[in-house]
T-cell receptor, first 115, second 112 residues
Framework: DTAVSQTPKYLVTQMGNDKSIKCEQNLGHDTMYWYKQDSKKFLKIMFSYNNKELIINETVPNRFSPKSPDKAHLNLHINSLELGDSAVYFC??????????????FGAGTRLSVL | SQQGEEDPQALSIQEGENATMNCSYKTSINNLQWYRQNSGRGLVHLILIRSNEREKHSGRLRVTLDTSKKSSSLLITASRAADTASYFCAFSNYNQGGKLIFGQGTELSVKP
């Protein structure tokens, strides 16, 4: 069983469209994250949720909206896609810091190409 | 910038040789971790070293941490072709909600 799974794996779309990426983890973790990895492999955190509550919100355009329906799911919706949004987006999860963890478990990534 | 820096950016060695990668950071940290990313895949956690530790081993991996120099190194001994991947250091301060700040990675190529 995949621990952190995200769909789709590839997403090709036109500028201006709206798209969503879904993420689910079956590790029982309380905290989930979204990262963006650019073409130079630089990995930057975008958002973090702890038990459905937003705890980290980096400087990300408000076209990006995370949604956590429950602690096992964290979806990312992107409005009005731009060329610069092309990247690989990774979902990750970890235990709460208070329980001694921030070792993160990553999904396989969603490669988004905006044309 | 909070981003970690890794060096070298790329490293090419023969199977059986050792590979050393270095990471430097600028803030205070609670722990530093190393992750591996195979081409087209997600990151996989390798090892975590806490700020009060100086060295840690896991199999063929050896990690050192020097908080006075704000630097860490990852040594892979007796490398194998399967070790070919990108290696990232990531550090965190628990006051920042567990957020990991990553270095830009070292691309390791191990030739058979």
């Amino acid at each position: 069983d995949t621990a952190v799974s995200q769909t789709p794996k590839y997403l090709v779309t036109q500028m201006g469209n709206d798209k969503s990426i879904k993420c689910e983890q079956n590790l029982g973790h309380d905290t989930m994250y979204w990262y963006k990895q650019d073409s130079k492999k630089f990995l930057k955190i975008m958002f973090s949720y702890n038990n459905k509550e937003l705890i980290i919100n980096e400087t990300v355009p408000n076209r990006f909206s995370p949604k956590s329906p429950d602690k096992a799911h964290l979806n990312l919706h992107i409005n009005s896609l731009e060329l610069g949004d092309s990247a690989v987006y990774f979902c990750a999860s970890s235990q709460e810091i208070s329980r001694g963890g921030n070792i993160q478990y990553f999904g396989a990534g969603t490669r988004l190409s905006v044309l | 910038s909070q981003q970690g820096e890794e060096d070298p950016q790329a490293l090419s060695i023969q199977e059986g040789e050792n590979a050393t990668m270095n990471c430097s950071y600028k803030t205070s940290i609670n722990n530093l971790q190393w992750y591996r990313q195979n081409s087209g895949r997600g990151l996989v956690h390798l090892i975590l070293i806490r700020s009060n530790e100086r060295e840690k081993h896991s199999g063929r991996l050896r990690v050192t941490l020097d908080t006075s120099k704000k630097s860490s190194s990852l040594l892979i001994t007796a490398s194998r072709a399967a070790d070919t991947a990108s290696y990232f250091c990531a550090f965190s301060n628990y006051n920042q909600g567990g957020k990991l700040i990553f270095g830009q990675g070292t691309e390791l190529s191990v030739k058979p």
